[in-house]
């Protein structure tokens, strides 16, 4: 009998968000069928695979065939509603952030299933988070989201450390993954709503420079 807990809920809502997110952005530069399944794939697979290598265990998609199912799913719906979701300009990012609040949670509970401790598991979260997104503009030839000023991979942090501290003074697992998933996608959306941004490391240090000048009197 097939059994569906909720982290297999939200992993599987996960993957098919993010397949969407890679799809619309491989329509956009013009891949052909093949190379759109490949970058959607790669973007629904990519951060779980890097986490269960560091883990060590075997990545997930290669012993269960559902993930791969759920990205074919995805290229199907994307042809058939493919008007729809390109007239909607929030796509990518709507799809982008539920899965990043997803598979945060998702890396943090395989994680702390596989023995590890609470600080690795929010690394682990992060990455899952992250790196599908990281994988999937390197292969369209875009600046990786997680590396602009935008707030991407500190959302995953933050809903990793509320589900460390929900754990801790136990509040029940369902709280603990539903308040972690909920943060990220609440303060990547409050983020971009807002202009939330981290400095740039060179006007920090350009900054700097300059108050000390003023300091010194130089």
Known sequence: ????????LIDYLGTFAFAISGLRLAS?????LFGAF??????????????????????????????????????????FL??????ISQTIFLFDTIGL????????????????PLYTCIIMGVCTGAAGGVIRDILINEVPLIFRRDIYAIACLVGGLFYTAAIRYGAPAIIAQSGCAMGVILIRLFSVKYHWQL?????YRFNRFNAQKMHTGH
Do not use: C
């Not at 290598?53 to 290229?75: C, D, E, K, N």
């Not at 493919?82 to 007239?87: G, L």
């Not at 609040?101 to 590890?116: E, M, P, R």
């Open 38 to 79: 490949i970058v959607g794939l790669a973007t629904a697979v990519g951060g779980g695979t890097m986490r269960d290598v560091m883990i060590g265990v075997s990545p997930f998609w290669m012993t269960q065939w559902i993930y791969l199912f759920i990205v074919l799913l995805a290229v199907l719906a994307f042809l």
């Open 1 to 8: 009998m097939f059994n569906l807990t909720f982290v297999d």
């Open 199 to 203: 400095p740039l490391l060179h006007a």
């Open 82 to 87: 493919h008007k729809f979701i390109s007239e």
């Open 28 to 32: 956009e530069k013009q891949f052909d």
């Open 101 to 116: 609040g997803l598979f945060t949670i998702v890396g943090i509970q395989k994680t702390y299933d596989a023995g590890f």
